[in-house]
């Protein structure tokens, strides 16, 4: 089986003046989204929460895509959380425990900076956990991921990829620009230079944890304002068509000409 990574257009891009005009159009799309499943423009009693998860290499955009995703809503309407490393209290548990008070309620929406694919994606490349755990674990985040979408929640999942010489563009500016240093670590360079066992397991990933309960969405995002009217209307779409599968009357939409 080949690299679902390797059929990515990563060449499609978006003007500026046209990456804006859709952007703001997404942001008021989604808004009024928000506010019909959080109850605020009338009953909508039992509306799923929205979750959305951003995995991708570093550099890759999430930051970008999460900013434009998240601005156009009131701050007291979404819970951005970054997963960063298991705390010692969280690493005597069961690897999806932590990230049970971050899920959204019925009505709610949290947006995971990385999320629990790290068991996937880190710990399998830095052999922190062997592969015959590493396969057990995918399966139990299916399991996981199916009982959130069977209890109310609409889960949209982004891999946001990006090209070698690309990612090295990228660093390099961070590097250069005073204000972006701060972005760049030692870190980063390590597991930049662990790319090709990275692009294995992402592989691997998707390939085992790709369902239609929570399908991955791969983003080509070497043009980054193409990636963010991506990101938006993509999770407008899935948003849509999940309320309507409940069974919920979707407020209509002035046309979006959705990207995916």
Excluded: C
Excluded at 136 to 152: C, H, K, M, Q, Y
Excluded at 184 to 191: I, Q, S
């Amino acid at each position: 089986m080949g690299n679902p990574l390797d059929d990515l257009d990563l060449s499609q891009q978006l003007s500026s003046a046209e990456s804006e005009k859709r952007v703001a159009a997404a942001q008021k799309r989604l808004l009024h989204l928000r506010l019909f499943s959080a109850g605020l423009l009338g009953p909508a009693a039992g509306a799923p929460g929205l979750l959305v998860l951003f995995e991708g290499f570093d550099a890759a955009g999430k930051g970008g895509a999460i900013r434009r995703l998240t601005s156009g809503l009131d701050p007291r309407h979404v819970r951005v959380v970054p997963i960063g490393v298991p705390t010692p209290e969280e690493l005597r548990h069961h690897f999806l425990w932590r990230f049970s008070p971050s899920l959204p309620g019925r009505g709610g929406m949290t947006v995971y900076d990385r999320s629990w694919y790290g068991r996937l994606l880190v710990e399998r490349v830095e052999k922190l956990i062997d592969d015959e755990t590493a396969k057990r674990s995918a399966t139990e985040i299916v399991d996981f991921e199916d009982s959130l979408v069977n209890d109310g929640v609409t889960l949209v999942k982004f891999w946001l990829h990006i090209s070698e010489e690309e990612q090295l563009k990228r660093f390099n500016d961070r590097a250069s620009t005073p204000s972006k240093q701060w972005k760049l670590t030692a870190e980063d360079w390590r597991n930049r230079s662990l790319r090709p066992q990275y692009l294995s397991a992402v592989k691997d990933m998707v390939a085992s944890t790709d369902h239609s309960h929570a399908h991955w969405d791969l983003v080509a995002a070497e043009d980054k304002r193409f990636a963010r009217v991506f990101v938006l209307e993509t999770v407008i779409k899935r948003f849509e068509r999940d309320l309507e599968r409940r069974g919920f009357s979707v407020p209509e939409s002035r046309g979006i000409n959705y990207l995916a």
